[in-house]
């Protein structure tokens, strides 16, 4: 990762950084941000992430909007390096997330949760980023 | 034809990393395992019927596989713009004990007896030179009538045979066994050569690996020619591709590599003859395998083998699997490229499954699979660390 702030105002920190999961091919601008009550959420910045088509969103993100690629209160913890951890796993999603497009299937493993149809109705849907404590 | 200016065995056993997409393109095309089975089964019972015929044993018939059956470079053929199931197996019922009577009696005799087998008689149907039996679902077999060619025999074609035209009403002359002994004695040769001069030995498996290499480079190039020319009536034959195929092979374990090679070779030569060039048949320089050729076929046939040229140095620009999948449907239709990228999926997800992935925190992340591809790995390249991809 190339740069990294601590923004002092939201006590966030903030690394910004290239990943290319295929030789040759393409690069992405990855934003990682990680407060200390919460685990790390990642964005790609570009080149913009796409469904295949309306019915096929992406697989693994949060409201089509950041990177799931590990679970937060399972595989993470406070006590873990970003920079060990983080990178990693963001690169395997994406190299995951390439093969999806070009395939329509993820082949990464993982988990989309489950939310009981009753409950969706009623209440809102469980938040997988609640902080740590 | 051109030869390499210089030949390492390094050069010969070197991978490339599309080599594993190529592989399964083939694969995707080939007889499978199945058909392969079944195809054996019904060929043992056709000859077993053939040689119970009172009429026919004294003249002790032979029924063997030729053609891309027997060199195992068969591809899912493709009609009316679509893939079908049934592939076309070409066989032999030679009669070794000769025949004396004229062509066209040989072949009614041949298809009386298959005509009347219990069940697959009513699948069979005559063609010009032989009698094609549809197995329905599985796959068409032409079995050709023939008789020893008594006099090639006796100059040394000891598998040379003779088989009735009907439009002719006479003999064609033929060798399929010999052509196929010819493809893979060249093979051999091609591969041995390029290790006389190193200090490395020749083993068993560099020409089993020859071998496979070859024989995909014959099913990815008949592929682009039957998703090209779509039916057409004037498509370069498969012997011409395969003679000429064979012809520039000159030892690469890389498919791709060997085919590019290949195809780069055939095309310097196509475009450097004067006039219309000839492939001779190799064991049998009286027959030459493009009689059709005129000065527009042969355009033709340039123009394809410089497009599958350009195709193929395409696809080594390909960045990441989208675009590569994208650039295998164009050379061998889509529906193709998306099965091969999907065993490749497949095969990503096994590998990460046992760990065996890593990345390269110093390169942007890079993916490498050490155990799969023959990419090389820096010392600072890590375990992709485990975790479960969530969310959605």
Same mark, same amino acid.
């Given at each position: 990762m190339r740069q990294s702030t601590r923004s002092k105002a939201t006590k966030k920190f903030v690394a910004v950084g290239s990943l290319q999961p295929f030789a040759g091919g393409i690069e992405y601008q990855t934003r990682i941000e990680y407060d200390i009550r919460r685990a790390p959420r990642i964005w790609i910045e570009s080149p913009r992430l796409e469904r295949r088509s309306d019915e096929e969103p992406i697989p693994h993100m949060y409201e089509q909007e950041r990177v799931c690629a590990f679970m937060p209160q399972i595989d993470w913890n406070r006590e873990m390096f970003i920079a060990d951890y983080v990178p990693g796993r963001v690169v395997q999603w994406l190299y995951f997330y390439e093969i999806w497009r070009a395939t329509g299937e993820w082949f990464g493993g993982g988990i989309h949760p489950v939310v009981p149809e009753k409950t969706r109705r009623l209440a809102t849907p469980i938040d997988t980023e609640a902080p740590l404590e | 034809m051109q030869t390499p200016s210089s030949s390492t065995t390094h050069d010969l056993r070197t991978g490339h990393r599309l080599d594993e997409h190529l592989d399964d393109v083939a694969e995707v095309l080939q007889l499978d395992d199945a058909r392969r089975r079944a195809a054996e089964l019904a060929a043992s019972e056709l000859h077993a019927w053939i040689q119970s015929n009172p009429g026919l044993q004294p003249h002790t018939p032979l029924l063997y596989p030729q053609g891309s059956f027997l060199i195992k470079t068969t591809v899912r053929p493709r009609r009316d713009g679509r893939d079908r199931d049934e592939f076309d197996l070409d066989m032999v019922v030679e009669l070794q004990g000769g025949w004396t009577g004229t062509p066209d009696q040989l072949f009614e005799r041949i298809w009386d007896r298959l005509h009347a087998h219990?069940?697959? /008689? #009513?699948? &069979?149907?005559?063609? *010009? *030179? !032989? @009698? !094609?039996?549809? =197995? $329905? /679902?599985? =796959?068409?077999? %032409? @079995?050709?009538? &023939? *008789? $020893? %060619? &008594? %006099? #090639? #025999?006796?100059?040394g074609h000891h598998t040379a045979i003779e088989v009735p035209d009907r439009k002719l009403h006479d003999w064609k002359e033929s060798d399929p066994r010999s052509f196929a002994a010819w493809f893979e004695r060249r093979c051999r040769e091609r591969i041995k050569e390029r290790f006389v001069s190193s200090s490395m030995s020749l083993l068993p498996e560099d020409v089993e690996a020859g071998l496979g290499a070859l024989r995909k480079t014959v099913q990815l190039t008949k592929r682009h020619r039957d998703v090209i020319f779509n039916g057409d009536d004037d498509v370069p034959r498969s012997i011409v591709l395969t003679t000429l195929l064979a012809d520039n092979y000159y030892g690469r374990r890389s498919t791709y590599l060997a085919l590019r090679d290949s195809v780069e070779r055939i095309d310097a030569w196509a475009t450097a003859t004067n006039g219309i060039p000839r492939v001779l048949n190799p064991v049998n320089e009286e027959e030459n395998f493009a009689e059709a050729w005129n000065s527009e076929s042969l355009q033709e046939f340039c123009r394809f083998i410089r497009r599958f040229l350009a195709g193929l140095h395409e696809l080594d620009q390909a960045r990441g699997p989208q675009e590569l999948g994208r650039l295998l449907g164009v050379l061998f239709e889509e529906d193709v490229a998306a099965m091969a990228m999907k065993k490749y999926g497949e095969r990503q997800a096994e590998l990460f499954g046992r760990n065996e992935a890593l990345y390269e925190p110093k390169d942007k992340g890079r993916i490498v699979v050490p155990s799969a591809t023959a990419a090389l790995v820096s010392e600072s390249a890590r375990a992709v660390p485990r975790g479960t991809n969530f969310g959605g």
């Open positions: - | 219990p069940t697959y /008689g #009513r699948y &069979a149907t005559k063609k *010009r *030179r !032989c @009698v !094609c039996i549809d =197995f $329905p /679902g599985e =796959f068409h077999m %032409d @079995v050709l009538p &023939a *008789r $020893p %060619d &008594a %006099d #090639r #025999r006796k100059n």
